[in-house]
């Protein structure tokens, strides 16, 4: 152990380790099951070496990080097992919103550990991971079905399908690397701020590529991370979650040195709608941002929520909520850029400025209203020519669907040249710098799981 490095509870046996140790310059907690086949069943003694990494991140006000490769709770240790992963749960539980946690799966983490890479921040797997709260054994007894455990909990399968890992790696070394690169845009806990990155991309540089990326045609598709990537500064860019609910964009950037978290329509996928999948993403997203003091930029191009009968039944109306009360109850610095669509629903939920932001932005061709001219004259004209339809079209697009209507009645800043994003981004986080909002004393807000 070098002498940057503390062990914790160095004297208790088990195929597991607690110390806390630099990791990119950084002070953090670190607790590493060993690399061992098949992987150690989770006894009381190693949840005792797991809580005490939870509770010292939270006492020393530093980042946790979890290396995982466990089977679950011993079975032979009976209930004195379960004892202790719920201990360890609490413990993770009061890190949430306090400090940064992390989870590297390597190997398997079934049952109990399963569960507790639902409470960490950021979960990343190697291609050996695997995770499942329900095994091969316990499916074929109560549904008859045989699955082996590739099939159930691989993790090329929960970052598609499950949006579980953040991303998946090569190995732990991997796995190290890519926390080191999310703790360059993290504090160390609530209390801080984010760390300034060089200045290396002048904040007065013109974009005018973000705007020539944008269709002629309404309906015409691109790809917001290139609208991204030309906003903020070069080389700055981390996504998060990318194969999982395509349809919106969240990632990591910094502008002008500062770190912001980017949520962004997806033109590319199912139109950039919002459905149940994108509403999760983005809404745990949006809190993480609230959580540890990043601004968050909001690029918004979507016609509203994805319709249909099996949306609905799932719960649309919950899981679309949570998008909006997390916009609703973040406190730090928002800024929001409306570049082509905004209608409905949707256009509150995306961070509109009747949900509190701060700053407001429209390129000039951007449409905001309750629905597209097609859609209202399918409403409105239904026994209509298809020439009354037509001139009823382009006389709703002419009135309703352009940013300056909006602008009138202060619901937008600004109409802004799209080469000019870029410094009018930063100009408002320079400006928003010091913005603190005293919040009503309330244990917590009930969210809509």
Not at 237 to 265: H, S
Not at 403 to 416: F, H, K, L, S, W
Request: hydrophobic share 45%; aromatic share 6%.
């Amino acid at each position: 152990m070098s002498l940057e490095e503390v062990g914790l509870v160095t004297r208790v046996p088990g195929p597991i380790s607690a110390k806390v140790r630099v990791v990119g310059g950084r002070r953090v907690s670190w607790l590493e099951f060993d690399d061992v086949e098949p992987a150690a069943p989770l006894n009381q003694q190693m949840t005792y070496t797991m809580e005490t990494a939870a509770r010292t991140a939270l006492e020393e006000r530093i980042p946790l990080v979890f290396v995982i490769n466990s089977a679950g709770a011993d079975i032979g240790e009976g209930i004195a097992a379960l004892d202790g992963w719920g201990r360890v749960a609490r413990a993770l539980t009061r890190c949430s919103g306090t400090v940064p946690t992390f989870a590297i799966v390597d190997g398997p983490a079934v049952s109990g550990p399963a569960l507790l890479l639902g409470l960490v921040d950021f979960t990343i797997m190697t291609t050996n991971g695997y995770a499942f709260v329900n095994g091969p054994v316990m499916v074929r007894q109560f549904t008859g079905i045989n699955i082996t455990k590739d099939e159930l909990g691989n993790a090329a399968s929960l970052e598609r399908n499950a949006g579980l890992p953040i991303a998946v790696v090569a190995d732990r070394t991997a796995g190290e690397a890519l926390v080191e690169e999310l703790l360059a845009y993290l504090p160390d806990h609530v209390d801080g701020e984010p760390p300034h990155w060089p200045l290396t991309d002048p904040v007065e540089r013109s974009c005018p590529e973000a705007g020539e990326l944008i269709p002629e045609s309404s309906t015409g598709s691109y790809d917001v991370r290139h609208v991204a990537e030309a906003i903020v500064d070069a080389d700055s860019m981390l996504e998060l979650r990318g194969r999982w609910a395509g349809n919106v964009v969240t990632a990591f950037a910094t502008v002008g040195g500062r770190p912001v978290g980017i949520v962004a329509n997806q033109p590319m996928n199912l139109a950039g709608t919002l459905d149940i999948p994108a509403s999760q993403k983005a809404a745990r997203f949006v809190a993480f941002c609230d959580a540890f003091n990043l601004p968050i930029l909001t690029l918004v191009d979507t016609p509203g929520f994805y319709p249909g009968k099996d949306l609905e039944w799932r719960g649309m109306i919950r899981h679309g909520a949570q998008l909006v009360y997390a916009y609703g109850r973040a406190t730090v610095p928002r800024i929001c850029v409306i570049l082509r669509k905004s209608y409905g629903g949707a256009f509150i939920v995306m961070d509109s400025k009747t949900m509190g932001n701060d700053v407001c932005l429209a390129w000039p061709w951007a449409e905001l209203a309750v629905m597209g001219a097609g859609q209202a004259a399918a409403i409105l004209q239904r026994r209509a020519t298809d020439e009354e339809r037509a001139a009823f079209e382009a006389d709703y697009t002419e009135r309703l669907l352009n940013p300056y209507v909006a602008a009138e009645r202060g619901y937008v800043d600004a109409v802004i040249d799209p080469a000019d994003t870029r410094r009018e981004i930063a100009a408002a986080l320079t400006m928003l710098a010091n913005k603190r909002e005293r919040m009503p004393h309330r244990k917590h807000g009930n969210s809509p799981l």
